[in-house]
């Protein structure tokens, strides 16, 4: 593995799509190919899928996106002397999103190489100066700007009773057995929405990543309530409104309130903003 492996990765990574990494990277796209089965041979990982609006990052290459960014730009650092005295604006994204949506927020922080400025990414846990995240995680001195929304929906067995609905409600989630993911939406948060219901909901079993999550619902270990971005790609399973509910999560900018205002910041604000999140 080497510096070019991992650039030709990070392009594939925020483009998302073959043809535009190989035009970013000036080659041709079976070279861009080749290197990532390289890298993913050096790796013992699966880093992309094929979909129909270019490819998917995995959770591994998720990650190894992080660590990469890093490595290239402490590389950066070491090779141009001029980045000594130039400012470091660190962008908080978290790993779990849409891969569509994170991807239009990468390339758009990719061409702010004019605002003078060194954009460096970070993982969610690692100190930020602006990050995109979720509404209710804002601190008391942070300003939220509002990006997008993503529903909350059911996800079930094709043959499970509830998919024979024309309508599901929350008082039809009476008594159902639940799969949950505790650090996203744990048992007080599914209470909420059946909280009128005589039975309380079930859980079944306990899942710690979302394509574990998905693997219990196949299994029919129960029904799961997942938000938009983490049934994007999802096809081998029912996918329902629940009517009647409410059930949303707000993205958008954090940023503390006094830095909104200023030069590097308020550049970077509004290019993000810029960004149409509806269409893929």
């Known amino acids: 593995m080497n510096p070019s492996m991992l650039r030709t990765f990070v392009a594939v990574y925020e483009e998302g799509k073959l043809t535009l990494a190989a035009q970013r990277c000036g080659v041709t796209q079976p070279t861009i190919t080749n290197v990532i089965k390289m890298?993913?041979?050096?790796?013992?990982?699966?880093?992309?899928?094929?979909?129909?609006?270019?490819?998917?990052?995995?959770?591994?290459?998720?990650?190894?996106?992080?660590?990469?960014?890093?490595?290239?730009?402490?590389?950066?650092?070491?090779?141009?002397?001029g980045w000594d005295s130039v400012e470091t604006v660190k962008v908080g994204i978290p790993p779990i999103m849409s891969p569509h949506k994170h991807q239009k927020i990468l390339r758009t922080l990719n061409r702010l190489s004019n605002i003078g400025v060194r954009i460096h990414i970070?993982?969610?846990?690692?100190?930020?100066?602006?990050?995109?995240?979720?509404?209710?995680?804002?601190?008391?001195?942070?300003?939220?700007?509002?990006?997008w929304n993503e529903k909350f929906k059911l996800c079930i067995p094709f043959e499970h009773p509830l998919n024979q609905l024309a309508e599901i409600t929350p008082s039809d989630l009476d008594g159902v057995e639940f799969v949950v993911n505790p650090r996203c939406f744990n048992r007080k948060r599914i209470a909420r929405v059946t909280s009128g219901n005589k039975r309380a909901?079930?859980?079944?079993?306990?899942?710690?990543?979302?394509?574990?999550?998905?693997?219990?619902?196949?299994?029919?270990?129960?029904?799961?309530?997942?938000?938009?971005?983490?049934?994007e790609g999802v096809q081998d399973v029912a996918i329902r409104e629940l009517s009647g509910s409410?059930?949303?999560i707000r993205y958008g900018i954090l940023v503390v309130a006094d830095k909104a205002e200023e030069l590097p910041y308020s550049q970077i604000i509004n290019a993000i903003k810029t960004i149409d999140f509806s269409a893929l």
């Open 39 to 81: 890298l993913e041979q050096d790796l013992g990982e699966s880093l992309f899928k094929r979909g129909g609006q270019g490819v998917v990052p995995t959770g591994v290459a998720h990650s190894l996106y992080f660590k990469a960014k890093n490595i290239l730009s402490e590389l950066d650092l070491i090779l141009n002397t």
């Open 201 to 231: 909901i079930k859980v079944t079993a306990h899942a710690h990543s979302k394509p574990m999550l998905i693997q219990l619902v196949r299994a029919g270990y129960g029904a799961a309530l997942m938000s938009d971005a983490m049934l």
């Open 246 to 248: 409410e059930m949303l």
């Open 122 to 147: 970070c993982h969610k846990r690692q100190p930020s100066d602006i990050k995109i995240g979720m509404d209710d995680k804002r601190t008391e001195n942070e300003l939220f700007i509002p990006l």
